[in-house]
């Protein structure tokens, strides 16, 4: 794998406004994703990870900051070249294709756009890319009403895969699943990867799931990035106090996994931050390690050991 980013964001804001407010629903984020890795976006509802999804793929004007693709930056409206190289896959398998359409039109749909091949070939493709999925080319002239969730998922994959991308945005690609079937479909995540050479950017609130597939992690927290690094660093030694939060709520079935899961002083009030505004550090109103900095003074993210940052005044582990 190249250490060079195949993709960099640098200073990516997004905000809104509000009757008369402004909403800041990304603030400065930076990250790099090196080809053929996979970055786990890692948040709560509302922490920004699908904005940063959205401009990304183009769906969205940021308001200040650059995707930079390949050493170029993205504009908002792209050649089909460069959309048909990232692609998206997206929640909800059940919303997300067309009811109306067979799984073969679906799956046919970015052959012509990108006439990735000639007309003759659409049925063929089609037939071979429902086989890369784990699929029967009987699946073809069905509609999505006659499949099940996980047969869906497959089918929104064999219609990224159909453009033959080189970056895939998955947004919660398995969250609408049952637990034995979301295993198959990130088993197929990851045999697809190794295939093509696939560079994934999985957005997620689960970080059971990042544990399975990612390198790399990022946290994100009310349009913030508040620690990344590689998925085995973080999960042992989480720096940020929302980071050991997420990771205290997941579930564990062993004594070995319990030994390392982080301990999380539960009070409702600092859980639900009893509406309180910090001018600093976001989580600060939930915290209860923040000090007085927390509430004034952003922390940037900052290099604790290799590759592992994060943006806190009192990081967990430091004295």
Not at 285 to 300: F, G, I, Q
Request: charged share 20%; aromatic share 6%.
């Amino acid at each position: 794998m190249s250490t060079a980013p195949v993709l960099s964001v640098r200073g990516l804001s997004k905000y809104y406004r509000v009757k008369g407010t402004r909403v800041d629903a990304l603030a400065g984020i930076d990250l790099d994703i090196r080809r053929g890795e996979t970055m786990a976006i890692v948040g709560e509802s509302g922490s920004g990870k699908t904005t940063l999804g959205n401009l990304i793929l183009g769906l969205e004007r940021a308001s200040a900051g650059q995707v930079i693709f390949e050493g170029a930056p993205l504009q908002m409206r792209r050649s089909s070249a460069l959309r048909r190289r990232i692609q998206v896959v997206q929640q909800n398998p059940f919303s997300t294709l067309n009811p109306k359409r067979t799984v073969r039109a679906t799956i046919e749909l970015p052959l012509r756009a990108y006439k990735m091949v000639s007309r003759d070939r659409y049925r063929a493709r089609v037939g071979e890319l429902l086989d890369i999925v784990g699929m029967s080319s009987t699946h073809m002239n069905r509609y999505p009403a006659a499949l099940s969730g996980g047969q869906r998922q497959r089918v929104a994959l064999a219609r990224a895969l159909a453009s033959e991308p080189e970056i895939i945005v998955l947004d919660e690609p398995t969250s609408a699943l049952d637990v034995s079937v979301q295993a198959r479909v990130l088993a197929l995540l990851v045999e697809l990867q190794r295939t093509f050479d696939l560079t994934y950017i999985f957005i997620t609130h689960d970080l059971s799931v990042v544990r399975n597939i990612a390198r790399r992690v990022s946290v994100m927290y009310r349009g913030r990035v508040v620690e990344s690094g590689p998925t085995e660093s973080v999960f042992a030694a989480p720096r940020h106090r929302y980071t050991s939060m997420l990771l205290s709520s997941i579930p564990v079935v062993s004594d070995a996994e319990l030994a390392v899961k982080p301990s999380w002083t539960w009070d409702p009030g600092a859980i639900e931050g009893q509406g309180l505004h910090s001018d600093g550090c976001p989580f600060a109103p939930r915290c209860p390690h923040a000090v007085d900095a927390c509430w004034s003074d952003v922390p940037e993210l900052e290099s604790l050991e290799t590759a592992h940052l994060a943006a806190c005044h009192r990081p967990a582990g430091s004295s």
